[in-house]
Nanobody
Framework: EVQLQASGGGLVQAGGSLRLSCEAS????????IGWFRQAPGKEREGVSC????????FYLDSVKGRFTISSDNAKKTVSLQMNSLKPEDTAVYYC??????????????????WGQGTQVTVSS
């Protein structure tokens, strides 16, 4: 059974930082994409960032480029998202996700095969 265990998130003031982590287990795909989506109230879900394994190609949503950094430990099947210079518009529920193959998460989640539980990120102004 594929499991994605996410941690991190919380409440932070604008300009602050948070780190999200996700540990995946239960699969042995030769290549896959792992990363994060988010969904704010009343808005469509969007891909935030992802990394392809084992190729290491990364994707970032335009609005987070330069502020967020994704990293992974392929042996441990973990992925982390360091979020700096957070803005109120980053407030959302963030979901860890895994897709077989190497899609780049430039979608609303249609490429995703497995989801983790959401974790709330709230940025106050």
């Amino acid at each position: 059974e594929v499991q994605l265990q996410a941690s991190g998130g919380g409440l932070v003031q604008a300009g602050g930082s948070l780190r999200l982590s996700c540990e995946a287990s239960g699969f042995t795909f030769d290549d896959y994409t792992i990363g994060w989506f988010r969904q704010a109230p009343g808005k469509e879900r969007e891909g935030v960032s992802c990394i392809t394994v084992p190729f290491g190609r990364t994707f970032y949503l335009d609005s987070v480029k330069g502020r967020f950094t994704i990293s992974s430990d392929n042996a441990k099947k973990t992925v982390s998202l360091q979020m700096n210079s957070l803005k109120p518009e980053d407030t959302a529920v963030y979901y860890c996700a895994v897709a077989r193959g190497i899609p780049d998460f430039r979608d609303t989640g249609t490429s995703v095969d497995y989801w983790g539980q959401g974790t709330q990120v709230t940025v106050s102004s």
